[in-house]
């Protein structure tokens, strides 16, 4: 079973649509990163979000971690082409103290056209 | 702005041969890690690495895998001897000490092909 569950897997939409992905886990983080991958390339570090109810935007970018720290969610307004590809979060093990290990979501696959 | 690099880029080897992959994390940072990411899947964790000594490592990081941490900056992966399965793509990655929140910095990776 995953810890982090991300939904939908993939999407694609028009260029200037909203867009809503989500992160959902029964498992309390202390933290969650939002990452975007393109095919080839590392996961680049788009925000973390820390404390419960948090909402934090980058640009027409909007990360909200829930209240219990359980969920998170990423709207993007005005979707661009340059906003194609995948998005995970990742948090630290919720099941180890001080350890770092990043537990990851499988991702959300966006295509936007055009 | 400070970043993970990661050389080579591409590597490509035969089954059986050894390989060592290169990081350089941000030079701020005291945690490393590895992780990998076979094509199609999720990316996968491989190995933590603080104060010079593995502090975690999944069921992935065999016998046949090592790290070390050679000089002030550099951070190596070995892997030993090479089997088909582990070609996939390699990330590095680097973050603060303990007063951190967990962010990683990641490389552009390691694409590591095993004939």
């Known amino acids: 079973t995953q810890l982090l569950e991300q939904s939908p897997q993939f999407l694609s939409i028009q260029e200037g649509e909203n867009l809503t992905v989500y992160c959902n886990s029964s498992s309390v983080f202390s933290s969650l990163q939002w990452y975007r991958q393109e095919p080839g390339e590392g996961p680049v570090l788009l925000v973390t979000?820390?404390?419960g109810g948090e909402v934090k935007k980058l640009k027409r970018l909007t990360f909200q971690f829930g209240d219990a720290r359980k969920d998170s969610s990423l709207h993007i307004t005005a979707a661009q082409p340059g906003d194609t590809g995948l998005y995970l979060c990742?948090?630290?093990?919720?099941?180890?103290?001080?350890?770092?290990?990043?537990?990851w979501g499988l991702g959300t696959s966006l295509a936007v056209n055009p | 702005e400070p970043e993970v690099t990661q050389t080579p880029s591409h590597q490509v080897t035969q089954m059986g041969q050894e390989v060592i992959l290169r990081c350089v994390p941000i030079?701020?940072?005291?945690?490393f890690y590895w992780y990998r990411q076979i094509l199609g899947q999720k990316v996968e964790f491989l190995v933590s690495f603080y104060n010079n000594e593995i502090s975690e490592k999944s069921e992935i990081f065999d016998d046949q895998f090592s790290v070390e941490r050679p000089d002030g900056s550099n951070f190596t992966l070995k892997i030993r001897s090479t089997k088909l399965e582990d070609s996939a793509m390699y990330f590095c990655a680097s973050s603060e000490g303990l007063a951190g929140s967990g962010e990683q910095f990641f490389g552009p990776g390691t694409r590591l092909t095993v004939l």
């Open positions: 030079s701020n940072h005291l945690y």
């Open positions: 979000v820390v404390t």
């Open positions: 990742a948090g630290p093990n919720p099941n180890a103290g001080n350890n770092r290990k990043l537990i």
